[in-house]
């Protein structure tokens, strides 16, 4: 939810909208008499126009840094600004659309009479209300839950509502954590959809998910976060570059695959005709073009493995 206050962002694509520089995090507890190094050492720069991915394992640091952007916590060292000011002084002055990881909202509160009064603290006045409302209702598919209290709602309508109301927000930073938890497989694709109408060449999109498979398709880059510290920036584009494995199935054999990709061995999954097939993407859509020429009937082509799971395993010590 944005804080009140609000100015538009000025429109410079390429420069630096988020300076992130030698920051730490220690939490301390003095009954225990003991601390824990929640973030180490990270620097990040992320610029206007970026929708930038975090990962890590449970316990990287990834709630830690998110709550340092929103302003929730002061580092224990290093700089942090939004724009030139300190976090909390940006929240409150130009607001930052945020989601949580798990949607609070007052149980006795109607799906409606929520987003009106979400709509109210962000600044939205007289008939304006009524009408981003029930543009958020409709753009989340809750209509017909309009009138249901915040407790009757499944998980994933209570994760849509959770993303109407980060939706009735008009800000250059916007922060989504866990976005996709619960959503049925429809709703994650037009999540994506969602995200491809957030990005402004004015605005920073933030993505925090254990789901790798999302945050290639929608990032830019994805920071890895591992044990407190920045892993690796794995740039998604970068990552295609090269040659790697595809899992292809065929509905009917053929003697020779060798004649048309560089590298192919036969796979030993049952019920079916399949070759792990190695190659750029280049390299693959030429053979696959000569295979159907060729008479080959294609079941199935899809990667072996993530490229950013790969880069995921190799950032966090797992072979």
Avoid: C
């Amino acid at each position: 939810m944005r804080q009140r206050g609000s100015r538009p962002a000025e429109d410079h694509p390429l420069a630096a909208l988020i300076e992130l520089q030698h920051i730490s995090k220690t939490y301390r507890s003095p009954l225990r008499r003991r601390s824990v190094q929640a973030l180490d050492d990270l620097s990040l720069t992320i610029s206007r126009g970026e929708v930038l991915g975090i990962a890590g394992p449970n316990g990287a640091g990834k709630t830690t840094l998110l709550a340092i952007i929103l302003g929730y916590l002061r580092p224990s060292g290093g700089r942090i600004t939004l724009d030139g000011l300190r976090p909390r002084r940006f929240v409150e002055t130009r607001g930052v659309t945020y989601l949580s990881e798990l949607v609070q909202i007052p149980a006795w509160w109607s799906v409606a009479g929520a987003l009106r009064r979400y709509a109210v603290l962000e600044g939205i006045r007289g008939r304006d209300v009524r009408v981003r409302v029930d543009a958020v209702i409709e753009r989340l598919g809750i209509g017909e839950h309009r009138a249901k209290r915040v407790k009757q709602l499944s998980k994933g309508n209570l994760q849509r509502l959770g993303l109407a109301q980060a939706l009735l927000s008009d800000t250059s930073i916007v922060v989504l954590d866990e976005p996709t938890h619960g959503l049925d497989p429809i709703w994650t694709q037009r999540f994506r959809d969602i995200v491809g109408e957030l990005r402004r060449s004015d605005r920073v999109i933030i993505i925090a998910s254990h789901n790798l498979d999302e945050l290639e398709r929608l990032a830019d880059r994805v920071a890895i976060l591992d044990r407190g510290r920045l892993s690796r920036i794995a740039d998604n584009a970068a990552l295609h570059v090269g040659a790697a494995d595809y899992r292809l199935v065929l509905a009917n054999d053929l003697p020779d695959l060798a004649a048309f990709f560089p590298a192919v061995r036969r796979s030993d999954a049952a019920r079916e005709i399949s070759y792990i097939v190695r190659g750029t993407l280049d390299e693959v859509n030429e053979g696959l073009r000569r295979l159907l020429d060729a008479g080959g009937r294609v079941r199935a082509l899809y990667p072996e493995q993530s490229r950013l799971e790969a880069a995921f395993r190799e950032a966090v010590g797992e072979a």
